[in-house]
């Protein structure tokens, strides 16, 4: 059978309905010509019309709103991958992100982490909650595991912890950067509205916080250098570098990489030293 490339948006349509069980679905099957489920039993599930469908498979029907596809996406019970491909092919860009709340990590990706001996490493979400972290990670930035979940959130540690405030090199650099991530981080996730509650309460609770947010920079979290003055290793470098985890548009990792092998050796003494449940 060849492949349509005049039109694959129809032939994207037309697959993806084959897929489904109309008796699932609760459609009289009888006898049906293709498999899967028929243009207009698509077209009810999706609340338009029969014919505007028909043409859409045919390529016939123009552009379709962003509502209608995701009415279509709906009624063809695409997965959030599927979803995506189908607005490339309708509108030429991805949907507007529908912000998921994180609900932790698999042991794949724990395992991960913990593979990283010397190099503090840890998964946080789109509004900055650190849901996942390995020994090295407890060791030399912050014993997470030892805060309730709800102060695991980076701003509240840089604006509300005293301890993390006086381990940074330069914290006004430091905490102006975060902000501005912070911020860009959130817009990109759709997790505006979500963190108002946490916007708020970090204004009442910090001068400082509330002057930066007020700025409305935005910055790129990618990769950098950290500085820390830690209070048992002392002065330690670190480069650092930021992940999308595929498949997990709500998380992101970032990895502490020591500078000098004289400074992972430091980390790798630290760690032992620890309890194994700390991180």
């Not at 009810?44 to 009415?71: F, K």
């Not at 995506?84 to 932790?104: D, I, S």
């Not at 990109?188 to 930066?212: H, K, M, N, T, W």
């Amino acid at each position: 059978m060849p492949v349509e490339t005049d039109n694959p948006l129809g032939a994207y349509l037309k697959d993806r309905r084959a897929r489904l069980d109309p008796a699932a679905l609760g459609f009289p099957v009888g006898r049906r010509r293709t498999p899967g489920l028929r243009r207009e039993e698509v077209a009810q599930r999706s609340n338009i019309s029969p014919t505007w469908y028909t043409w859409l498979e045919q390529g016939r029907g123009g552009a379709p709103s962003a509502d209608v596809l995701n009415r279509i996406a709906a009624a063809l019970m695409l997965t959030d991958i599927e979803r995506e491909h189908l607005f490339l092919l309708g509108l030429g860009r991805p949907p507007e992100v529908r912000y998921k709340a994180a609900e932790g990590v698999t042991p794949r990706l724990q395992r991960l982490l913990d593979a990283l001996e010397v190099s503090p490493a840890l998964i946080k979400t789109a509004t900055w909650e650190v849901v996942a972290w390995n020994r090295a990670a407890a060791a030399v930035l912050t014993d997470y595991g030892a805060l309730p979940a709800g102060q695991r959130n980076i701003l509240r540690l840089i604006f509300g912890n005293p301890r993390v405030r006086a381990a940074q090199h330069d914290w006004e650099s430091m905490a102006r950067f975060v902000v501005g991530a912070f911020r860009a981080d959130v817009a990109r996730a759709g997790a505006v509205s979500e963190v108002g509650q946490l916007v708020d309460e970090l204004c009442r609770l910090s001068p400082d916080f509330e002057a930066l947010w007020r700025d409305n920079d935005v910055h790129a979290y990618g990769g950098g250098a950290k500085r820390l003055r830690h209070p048992i290793l002392g002065p330690i470098e670190l480069e650092y570098s930021a992940f999308a985890v595929d498949g997990r548009p709500d998380l992101g990792m970032i990895v502490y990489n020591p500078v000098t092998r004289s400074d992972a050796d430091r980390i790798r003494s630290l760690v032992a030293s620890r309890p194994a449940s700390t991180g």
